[in-house]
């Protein structure tokens, strides 16, 4: 489902149980999945709900933020563009080659059938949380690459970085 030569990828952290968050906010704290998050977003759009924007630290650079929400554009900063449907926030992105859906849960529910790649970072603990990310079915994806990643002192749980790419 390519709109024209763009390459639509979800971005997500989810723990072994596929959880993504709790109270609206991160569960871990993996600086190498945040550094990994912003050069690969980095001069691209992001397609977010409402929470995941609220949650968010503040504008993050040289990103264009698009909100999908069905609250009011005038709750919103002037440079956010802020739409009410995926096709919407997909028309906003037409001229990146390659934006970026990052969350939340409902955001991805329904984005998944919109996107070409995912890159999962894989949380290898199961944990308690109220947000989740669907379970990718091996019959719709393929994993193309994994790099392994251990604990150490600024990762309390080892993680794997994961592509996948939507089968034909």
């Known amino acids: ?12 952290a989810a723990s072994e ?12 704290r993996l600086p190498n999945d945040l550094k990994r998050f912003k050069e690969l977003t980095s001069g691209h759009c992001i397609i ?3 929470k995941t924007y609220e949650s968010l630290p503040g504008i993050l650079p040289n990103r264009k933020h698009i909100v999908l929400t069905r609250k009011h554009k005038n709750e919103f900063p002037e440079n956010i563009s802020v739409v009410t449907s995926f096709e919407e926030a997909l028309r906003e992105a037409r001229n990146d080659s390659n934006p970026f859906i990052i969350g939340g849960g409902e955001i ?3 984005g998944i059938k919109f996107a070409e790649k995912i890159e999962l970072t894989r949380v290898h603990e199961n944990f308690d949380g109220d947000t989740f990310f669907p379970k990718i ?5 393929t994993l ?4 392994e990643n251990n604990s150490d002192e600024k990762h309390l ?12």
């Open 1 to 12: 489902m390519t709109h024209s030569n763009q390459i639509i990828t979800i971005i997500v």
């Open 17 to 28: 149980n596929n959880v993504i968050g709790k109270n609206n906010d991160l569960i871990w």
């Open 48 to 50: 977010m709900g409402r």
């Open 108 to 110: 991805y529910k329904s």
């Open 137 to 141: 079915d091996s019959d719709t994806w």
């Open 144 to 147: 193309i690459n994994k790099v």
């Open 157 to 168: 749980h080892n993680y794997t970085f994961e592509t996948y790419i939507k089968k034909l």
